[in-house]
């Protein structure tokens, strides 16, 4: 008996210090490092708060992107400009790309020193988090400021004049800048600053997941798929790209150990035990929040186009992606290896609102829908007839003039 029991508390032992990476990766909680292991209500609670600040990014990011998306068609129909989106091709390339960029940076690790190009990356992520935080916070702090606090409106513009070249003058004015902000921008603008900074001196997880967080809202809301058949082009790409550099090689797992920037989000598996200073985390990557992300977005749009009054499609991918990522959870934890998240976001993401586009009958709309649709130029009457002469074949032709001839006559 005490045999299986030194058995059981062994085997307890080994789950409590096991390390897991990938897509939801667990920090490494053995004696050995120092780090505190965790405990299973540490642990649930980590898990538990990652799958909510998942979700979170997406739901209101997919908000955020109807009003963009509105703004966007606004802007269309006066300037005649159509918005960036991401086009099939563009789709194709992408994991191709991605691919690229993340064996560059495993070399670059391999190569240079770790610490001075962190400092580079974690001086570029300051600048980009303080814009996206600023942009998050912009319809919160607003509605928070008083409204006995006046709101001034203020034009930065940096103007080239017009240029004489030859013949033609040129009497247009180019704006090299053109930004519009009020007293309200300006107060985000140093909320956002001061968060910036607490990550760049102190690097500390709630500052990394204040600014994983505003990357990923804006990701969701700013990167818009055009179309359902980009958007499973795209989705199957990054399934692909996910499986082979997480099981296939070593070299996500290695730049996610090197990359010091807040790309993640993160929770403390010992925070019951050593408060805000624990350094036990377990981590989600962003990437796993924000290509799904995109995805469910299209589909809310879709859903209101569609002018009903459920938000079917959008609701029933948001579920299936929650199942998603609890289902790599529970992988992860059973085989104690590195799972990507993809492998099971994807099929979950993808399979849902085609059978349920299958089962309403609207499968034929949800493949035709298109964020920006192209629009046909319009053809005149006379030029319809044109080329309606031009396709009558002359058999016909000809008893045309026939039957012309015997009316005159």
Not at 126 to 147: D, E, N
Not at 181 to 198: E, G, K, P, Q, R
Not at 210 to 223: H, I, K, P, T, Y
Not at 301 to 317: E, G, I, Q, V, W
């Amino acid at each position: 008996m005490a045999e299986v029991v030194e058995e059981v508390i062994a085997q307890i032992q080994e789950n409590l210090t096991a390390t897991v990476e990938g897509a939801v990766e667990e920090g490494a909680a053995t004696n050995a490092t120092g780090k505190t292991p965790s405990t299973p209500e540490g642990m649930a609670l980590a898990y538990g708060t990652l799958v909510v600040m998942a979700l979170l990014p997406i739901f209101f990011g997919s908000l955020r992107s109807v009003k963009h998306h509105k703004e966007q068609s606004t802007a269309f129909a006066k300037t005649g400009e159509k918005p960036d989106t991401m086009s099939s091709k563009d789709a194709m390339m992408f994991p191709i790309m991605a691919s690229c960029a993340l064996f560059g940076l495993y070399m670059f690790f391999k190569i240079f020193s770790k610490e001075n190009i962190n400092y580079l990356l974690t001086g570029y992520f300051f600048f980009l988090g303080v814009m996206a935080l600023s942009h998050l916070l912009s319809p919160v702090i607003s509605s928070l400021i008083p409204a006995s606090i006046p709101k001034i409106p203020y034009h930065l513009s940096f103007v080239q004049g017009p240029q004489e070249g030859g013949e033609k003058k040129s009497k247009e004015k180019k704006y090299l800048i053109d930004y519009r902000f009020t007293t309200h921008d300006v107060v985000c603008f140093i909320v956002a600053l001061i968060i910036s900074v607490w990550y760049l001196v102190q690097k500390h997880w709630i500052a990394n997941n204040l600014l994983g967080l505003s990357f990923a809202v804006n990701g969701v809301e700013l990167l818009h798929l055009n179309n359902i058949a980009t958007g499973c082009i795209l989705l199957c790409g990054l399934f692909v790209y996910d499986i082979f550099w997480v099981f296939g090689t070593n070299v996500m797992v290695t730049v996610a150990k090197s990359f010091e920037a807040p790309i993640k989000i993160v929770f403390p598996q010992d925070l019951m035990t050593n408060g805000l200073s624990a350094s036990n985390f377990a981590v989600l990557g962003l990437g796993d929040i924000v290509i799904p992300g995109i995805f469910i977005a299209l589909l809310l749009r879709f859903d209101n186009s569609l002018k009903r009054k459920s938000k079917t499609y959008f609701y029933a991918t948001f579920i299936a992606y929650f199942v998603g990522l609890l289902a790599t959870i529970f992988v992860m934890h059973v085989f104690k290896h590195a799972q990507p998240a993809l492998l099971y976001l994807v099929p979950a993401c993808l399979g849902t609102p085609l059978l349920l586009a299958v089962l309403k009958g609207d499968l034929k709309k949800l493949l035709a829908y298109e964020d920006h649709p192209e629009e046909k130029p319009k053809v005149s009457k006379k030029e319809n007839n044109a080329n309606a002469e031009k396709s009558t074949p002359p058999a016909k032709k000809e008893t045309k003039a026939k039957k012309e001839a015997k009316k005159a006559k």
